[in-house]
Structures are given as C-alpha cells and as structure tokens.
C-alpha cells in the first residue's frame, strides 16, 4: 500500500496519510510521496484548494520512531539532516503553496503530525482527536514550527506548558485556546472538512494566494511595513479576473463564478 493517496475530485486534491498500523508517523518514502502531492497540488490548475488528513484512528504521529537506531554503542544521530532535508521544506510547502491547504485531523496529533497540521491554513478536529507536542517526552524540542506557530496561536505560556509537559491537549480545547479553526463531530469530519474545502476550491484561488502571503507575511512586519505589502497585493488581487466577476457577480446580485484565475 502506498503511504500517501491522492485523489482529485471537484478541484480539492485529497491528501491521506496512510501508514494507520504506524499511527501515520513519517519515513522517507511517506515524506517523498507528500512532496510529490503538493508539487502537483502547486502546479496543476485543476487542484484549486488541498484537503490533508489521516487514516485509520490517528492523523499523525510525527516520525517513525522505530527507524531510529538508539542502541549502546551505536554511533549518534544527526537530526538535522531529517528536519532539513524533510520536515523544514514540509513545513515551507504547505505555508507557500498558492491554494488553501484545510487539515482534517482525524485522531491523534503527536509530535511533528501536531506540527504539520498547524502549518496548514484551516485546521478542522474531530472531537476525539488531540494534539501532542511529545517531543520533551524523547528529549527533542518542538520541530516543523513548533516554537514559531505555538506561541503566536496561543500565547507563550500556554505553548511553554504544552511543549514541556508534552501533556494530550484535546480538540475541545485546542479550539477554544485558538490553536485550530473548529471541532465537529467524529461522524461528520469528513464531510465537513470537504465541504469546507470544495468552497474554498471554488473560490478566488489567486485571492487566496495573496492573502497566505499578507498574513503569513504580518509576523515579521511592522504594521507599517504590513500596510505596504496589503497595498501591493491588493494591487496584484485587483488585476484578477476573479476581482472583476466578484464586483460584476455583486452588482447583478448573483453567485460569482470565480476561475481562480
Ligand atoms: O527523528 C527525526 O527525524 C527528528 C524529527 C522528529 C519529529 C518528531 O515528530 S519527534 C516526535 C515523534 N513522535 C512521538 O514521540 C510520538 C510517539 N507516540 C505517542 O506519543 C503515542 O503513541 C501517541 C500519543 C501518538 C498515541 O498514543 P496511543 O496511546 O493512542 O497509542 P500507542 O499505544 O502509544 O501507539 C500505538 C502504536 O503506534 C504502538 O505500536 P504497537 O505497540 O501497537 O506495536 C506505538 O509504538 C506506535 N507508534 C506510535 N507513535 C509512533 C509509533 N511507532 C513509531 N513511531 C511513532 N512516532
């Protein structure tokens, strides 16, 4: 079975991780088979909007722990050729990729899955699922922009206590602590995450692209420097076709037929 499927359907390209006797935890060929997906998600006009989610009970449980070779006497790991040359780019994937990215976090978060989910743009939970920074529990700190997406989502004190009690957070809670965009129920996250990214997938794809750009951009800006870069992409938003068939749909009160062109 392959690690990762991948199916396109009315413009959402669906990503599930699939190693569920692994809780989904990484190894390089599930790495490369997600790279693979988003490369294509960047580059094929048809995938307008990115559906990540999990199969079997877990979404994600970071990485493969049993590919980690920990005995007396063997020689030691440098992990930063793993976060460097798999979990960093990831990361800078799916925060550049030029279409929504909805996470549907099926079970359990640990690790660097937590991570990932963070990195996407709209994180829908099911009510069983949870999030875990495990990293403190095998002596690691918080990758895949743990300690950069932690304490700007829920403040520092909370993300100090999650990254080092490394304690389950539930979705209830993670909604309501700002972490993610919504809980639902067990029975529903599919279809909900689906739906909410087959609207996003016939939307102002090239809007969207922008507006990843300003607010991921906002962290490191002054506000300033904020207002500058939203003047220019509103430059850039305004010479869409979308722009001109949102005011034209508005006008004639109809649904806009957006191209995400
Ligand atoms: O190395 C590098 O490249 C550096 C980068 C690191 C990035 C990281 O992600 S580091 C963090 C790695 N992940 C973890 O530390 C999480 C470890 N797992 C857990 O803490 C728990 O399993 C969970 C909280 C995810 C789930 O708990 P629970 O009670 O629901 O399930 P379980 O019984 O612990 O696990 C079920 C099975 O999945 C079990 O196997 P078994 O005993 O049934 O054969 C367990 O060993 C396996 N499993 C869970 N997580 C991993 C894993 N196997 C390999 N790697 C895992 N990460």
New binding site residues.
């Given amino acids: 079975m392959p690690s990762i499927l991948v199916s396109l359907d009315a413009g959402v390209l669906c990503i599930t991780l699939n190693r569920p006797e692994?809780?989904n935890?990484f190894n390089p060929e599930m790495h490369q088979l997600l790279r693979e997906a988003l490369t294509r998600a960047a580059s094929d006009a048809q995938v307008r909007a990115v559906m990540l989610t999990g199969a079997g009970r877990?979404f994600c449980?970071?990485?493969?722990?049993?590919e980690?070779e920990i005995a007396p006497g063997a020689a030691p790991i440098d992990?930063s050729v793993?976060?460097g040359s798999h979990?960093n780019p990831l990361v800078r994937r799916l925060r550049e990729l030029p279409k929504p990215v909805v996470c549907a976090v099926n079970g359990?978060a640990?690790?660097?899955?937590a991570n990932i989910a963070l990195a996407c743009d709209l994180v829908l939970a099911a009510r069983s699922a949870a999030f875990?920074q495990?990293?403190a529990?095998?002596g690691?700190i918080p990758?895949?922009g743990g300690t950069w997406f932690l304490p700007r989502k829920v403040g520092m004190a909370r993300a100090m206590g999650l990254a080092m009690l490394g304690e389950?957070l539930s979705a209830d809670d993670a909604e309501r602590w700002g972490l993610i965009w919504k809980v639902v129920d067990d029975s529903t996250l599919m279809t909900d995450a689906l739906a909410v990214a087959t609207n996003l997938s016939q939307g102002p794809t090239k809007g969207y692209a922008l507006l990843k750009r300003a607010m991921h951009a906002s962290a490191g800006n002054s506000l300033d420097a904020q207002l500058d870069l939203e003047r220019d992409l509103q430059r850039e938003a305004g010479h869409s076709e979308d722009y001109r068939e949102g005011v034209a749909a508005f006008k004639a009160k109809r649904k806009p037929a957006f191209k995400g062109k």
Avoid: E
């Fill in positions: 692994k809780l935890a877990a449980a970071g990485q493969d722990l049993s980690r992990l793993s976060i979990y359990v640990a690790g660097a899955g875990v495990a990293f529990k095998i690691l990758d895949s389950k």
